[in-house]
């Protein structure tokens, strides 16, 4: 019974809600509400999935699957709402809202994942029969699959043991590995004044050579200065938790056992494929080395270096800015008034128009996460059909982190009484009033991941929209960025305050400046790339030397002295404490996916051919993780994918 009518209050977490398509009632949300929802939307799903394991018939897909998928409502609002906002509008009250709610929701996860029973039913599913389901109901099927395979579920009770020992340990060890980084990175601060993110901007600038050197030492460093942040011992002892995970899992090396349920698949395709793109960028590189080492000859001509002075890995921002300015000559404080944001967005929406027949409208009084901040679009397709409900909120703001990402408050589906769910996307910004022409590729960027994310006709959640592995879902939003600069496109957008175009000068001195310093750019990318696969490939790590290993690695790839791998070991956060193991790669192959794409187009002799765009919408945007990526990528291009076009784009070939 209640005792005072000021408790009645609902949780709007708990309730229908009837609100415009369906749209969080942000307003009504308050702080108290998070962790109270939470614990019933674990109670709810543990209740759902307790009557699928309950279920004394046969396993099928559709009385364990189809109820699996459905299950965990309440959970998936709350998740929606609060993995967003701690994002744009954290606050010390949500702060301790994550701390509860990370390990309720961690312990829930690890309770499905080895939940023998539900592990038992999907496995006898998918070894049997499955002739019956359509190819979407495979790919979930499969997906749950190897997902509690992955988790060790499968394997003997002492094997499991060891397991969660090794992730335990891994856990601790990978979070100070990041934790080292960071302090050294704050050192590297409070010596010369500059974040580590400002370090290339530091590097262009800077006329002190010596200085250019001293930071170069203390950037390329971090975590290995002998003190108590040094990571080589705790790397070491990573790579045998995963080299030795990875074998209880059968596999000989982590890159094997990662790689499998990606699209590249396994580490020699993904070596293969590095490899090719590595020697290309080198040969550029060795061109730009000789070009910048000219402006050097000059800065010796005038007294300014010692006679024999050569380019070194500390000149290599520096000098590049100067052939820059020299070659390309582009000044962005002509190009920025051409590209106001508003006019940007006008452009990202256009281009979809035309290619896809996507209709945005702007909804005026609709709940919104932050009222004053962002603007809610209506978003429908040619038929006037609803697609979806898209938020933008570019603007910074101090509780924001920073960069730019999108973000799926509700994904799409069709519910278990066959109504079609359209989804909410977010893409989020630290953007001001006029862009550069890197932060207008952002724009398109992320409007790319959108239209992933609301484009999408599947069925199940877990395979719509975004929902496919990491190497593949980046090509989506870089294909969206070949239409940026588009002539055409520019002509419609592209505008000053006073209405017009910008002139097609600057157009010739933006798209050449975009292939400027790529030899550069993709060899220390690359290099990255080719260490994380070299870590991940070793099956022991006994009286390894890190230094002689990467200086090895190194040497075998190819690369020059002038050029040191994006990040080496020491401070690789992305391999070492974040989820990149075996995965840094993914940058590079989703790019040359999107330029093979973007290149049929291109022989089409016409980007804005629509029955090419009818194909791409039908054949990926629509499609998700309903079917293999390489399977996808096959039927739209007709072949394999081909790296020919990413050389071209980044000028190295
Ligand atoms: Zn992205």
Same mark, same amino acid.
């Given at each position: 019974?209640?005792?005072?009518?000021?408790? &009645?209050?609902?949780?709007?977490?708990?309730?229908?809600?009837?609100?415009?398509?369906?749209?969080?009632?942000?307003?009504?949300?308050?702080?108290?509400? @998070?962790?109270?929802?939470?614990?019933?939307?674990?109670?709810?799903?543990?209740?759902?999935?307790?009557?699928?394991?309950?279920?004394?018939?046969?396993?099928?897909?559709?009385?364990?699957?189809?109820?699996?998928?459905?299950?965990?409502?309440?959970?998936?609002?709350?998740?929606?709402?609060?993995?967003?906002?701690?994002?744009?509008?954290?606050?010390? $009250?949500?702060?301790?809202?994550?701390?509860?709610?990370?390990?309720?929701?961690?312990?829930?996860?690890?309770?499905?994942?080895?939940?023998?029973?539900?592990?038992?039913?999907?496995?006898?599913?998918?070894?049997?029969?499955?002739?019956?389901?359509?190819?979407?109901?495979?790919?979930?099927?499969?997906?749950?699959?190897?997902?509690?395979?992955? &988790?060790?579920?499968?394997?003997?009770?002492?094997?499991?043991?060891?397991?969660?020992?090794?992730?335990?340990?891994?856990?601790?060890?990978?979070?100070?590995?990041?934790?080292?980084?960071?302090?050294?990175?704050?050192?590297?601060?409070?010596?010369?004044?500059?974040?580590?993110?400002?370090?290339? !901007? +530091?590097?262009?600038?800077?006329?002190?050579?010596?200085?250019?050197?001293?930071?170069?030492?203390?950037?390329?460093?971090?975590?290995?200065?002998?003190?108590?942040?040094?990571?080589?011992?705790?790397?070491?002892?990573?790579? +045998?938790?995963?080299?030795?995970?990875?074998?209880?899992?059968?596999?000989? !090396? %982590?890159?094997?056992?990662?790689?499998?349920?990606?699209?590249?698949?396994?580490?020699?395709?993904?070596?293969?494929?590095?490899?090719?793109?590595?020697?290309? +960028?080198?040969?550029?590189?060795?061109?730009?080395?000789?070009?910048?080492?000219?402006?050097?000859?000059?800065?010796?001509?005038?007294?300014?270096?010692?006679?024999?002075?050569?380019?070194?890995?500390?000149?290599?921002?520096?000098?590049?800015?100067?052939?820059?300015?020299?070659?390309?000559?582009?000044?962005?404080?002509? #190009?920025?008034?051409?590209?106001?944001?508003?006019?940007?967005?006008?452009?990202?929406?256009?281009?979809?128009? #035309?290619?896809?027949?996507?209709?945005? $409208?702007?909804?005026?009084?609709?709940?919104?996460?932050?009222?004053?901040?962002?603007?809610?679009?209506?978003?429908?397709?040619?038929?006037?059909?609803?697609?979806?409900?898209?938020?933008?909120? @570019?603007?910074?703001?101090?509780?924001?982190?920073?960069?730019?990402?999108?973000?799926?408050?509700?994904?799409?589906?069709?519910?278990?009484?066959?109504?079609?769910?359209?989804?909410?996307?977010?893409?989020?910004?630290?953007?001001? $009033? =006029?862009?550069?022409?890197?932060?207008?590729?952002?724009?398109?960027?992320?409007? /790319?991941?959108?239209?992933?994310?609301?484009?999408?006709?599947?069925?199940? %959640?877990?395979?719509?929209?975004?929902?496919? #592995?990491?190497?593949?879902?980046?090509?989506?939003?870089?294909?969206?960025?070949? *239409?940026?600069?588009?002539?055409?496109?520019?002509?419609?957008?592209?505008?000053?305050?006073?209405?017009?175009?910008?002139?097609?000068?600057?157009?010739?001195?933006?798209?050449?400046?975009?292939?400027? !310093?790529?030899?550069?750019?993709?060899?220390?990318?690359?290099?990255?790339?080719?260490?994380?696969?070299? *870590?991940?490939?070793?099956?022991?790590?006994?009286?390894?030397?890190?230094? +002689?290993?990467?200086?090895?690695?190194?040497?075998?790839?190819?690369?020059?002295?002038?050029?040191?791998?994006?990040?080496?070991? #020491? =401070?690789?956060?992305?391999?070492?404490?974040?989820?990149?193991?075996?995965?840094?790669?993914?940058?590079?192959?989703?790019?040359?996916?999107?330029?093979?794409?973007?290149?049929?187009?291109?022989?089409? /002799?016409?980007?804005?051919?629509?029955?090419?765009?009818?194909?791409?919408?039908?054949?990926?945007?629509?499609?998700?993780?309903?079917?293999?990526?390489?399977?996808? =990528?096959?039927?739209?291009?007709?072949?394999?994918?081909?790296?020919?076009?990413?050389?071209?784009?980044?000028?190295?070939?």
């Amino acid at each position: 019974m209640t005792l005072c009518a000021c408790t &009645s209050r609902e949780n709007p977490f708990l309730t229908e809600w009837n609100t415009p398509y369906g749209i969080p009632p942000f307003d009504e949300i308050q702080v108290d509400d @998070y962790i109270p929802a939470i614990k019933e939307g674990i109670a709810q799903q543990q209740k759902e999935i307790d009557a699928i394991t309950a279920n004394t018939e046969a396993p099928t897909f559709d009385n364990t699957i189809a109820p699996y998928e459905e299950s965990g409502e309440i959970l998936s609002k709350v998740a929606g709402v609060l993995y967003n906002i701690t994002e744009t509008d954290r606050t010390a $009250e949500l702060d301790s809202v994550m701390e509860l709610a990370i390990p309720l929701m961690t312990e829930h996860s690890d309770n499905i994942s080895f939940n023998k029973a539900l592990y038992e039913r999907v496995a006898t599913i998918y070894k049997g029969d499955q002739s019956n389901l359509t190819r979407e109901q495979q790919m979930v099927l499969k997906k749950h699959f190897e997902s509690f395979e992955r &988790s060790g579920i499968g394997l003997p009770e002492e094997d499991q043991a060891r397991l969660r020992e090794i992730n335990t340990e891994m856990a601790a060890k990978t979070q100070k590995i990041g934790n080292n980084i960071l302090s050294e990175s704050n050192a590297f601060k409070e010596k010369f004044g500059i974040s580590v993110s400002d370090y290339p !901007n +530091a590097m262009t600038t800077t006329e002190d050579r010596e200085l250019r050197h001293q930071m170069f030492d203390a950037y390329t460093t971090r975590g290995h200065n002998g003190n108590e942040f040094d990571n080589r011992q705790l790397i070491l002892d990573v790579m +045998a938790l995963r080299i030795e995970k990875a074998q209880i899992m059968g596999y000989s !090396n %982590p890159a094997a056992f990662i790689l499998e349920p990606k699209m590249a698949h396994d580490p020699e395709t993904v070596d293969t494929f590095l490899d090719g793109i590595m020697k290309a +960028a080198v040969k550029k590189a060795k061109e730009e080395v000789y070009d910048m080492q000219k402006v050097m000859d000059e800065d010796i001509k005038a007294g300014k270096l010692p006679t024999g002075s050569k380019i070194e890995p500390w000149d290599w921002w520096y000098y590049a800015e100067k052939v820059r300015k020299l070659k390309y000559d582009l000044d962005e404080e002509l #190009t920025k008034p051409y590209f106001k944001l508003e006019n940007v967005v006008n452009g990202i929406f256009t281009a979809a128009k #035309t290619l896809y027949g996507v209709n945005m $409208e702007k909804l005026e009084g609709v709940p919104a996460y932050n009222k004053d901040k962002v603007t809610t679009y209506k978003v429908t397709d040619d038929k006037g059909e609803l697609l979806g409900i898209f938020t933008t909120d @570019y603007l910074p703001r101090e509780s924001k982190r920073g960069g730019a990402w999108m973000n799926n408050i509700r994904d799409q589906k069709v519910d278990a009484q066959g109504n079609m769910i359209r989804p909410i996307i977010v893409n989020v910004g630290n953007l001001e $009033e =006029y862009l550069n022409v890197d932060e207008v590729q952002t724009v398109f960027h992320e409007f /790319g991941h959108a239209l992933h994310g609301l484009l999408t006709q599947c069925h199940y %959640p877990s395979v719509s929209g975004t929902s496919v #592995t990491r190497d593949f879902v980046e090509m989506f939003s870089q294909f969206n960025e070949n *239409w940026a600069f588009q002539p055409e496109l520019l002509a419609q957008y592209a505008k000053n305050d006073k209405g017009e175009v910008i002139p097609q000068e600057l157009v010739d001195k933006i798209i050449n400046s975009l292939k400027f !310093n790529q030899g550069f750019m993709t060899t220390e990318l690359c290099a990255a790339s080719i260490l994380d696969m070299a *870590w991940h490939e070793l099956e022991g790590v006994e009286g390894l030397d890190i230094d +002689a290993f990467e200086r090895k690695v190194c040497e075998d790839m190819g690369l020059i002295p002038e050029i040191v791998p994006r990040y080496r070991t #020491t =401070y690789f956060n992305h391999i070492f404490s974040s989820g990149y193991s075996a995965g840094y790669y993914g940058y590079l192959w989703s790019e040359v996916l999107d330029k093979d794409a973007f290149s049929i187009f291109e022989a089409s /002799g016409n980007v804005w051919n629509l029955d090419l765009a009818k194909k791409f919408k039908e054949t990926f945007l629509e499609r998700g993780g309903s079917e293999e990526p390489m399977i996808l =990528y096959k039927e739209f291009a007709g072949r394999e994918p081909d790296n020919h076009a990413f050389l071209v784009g980044r000028g190295l070939e």
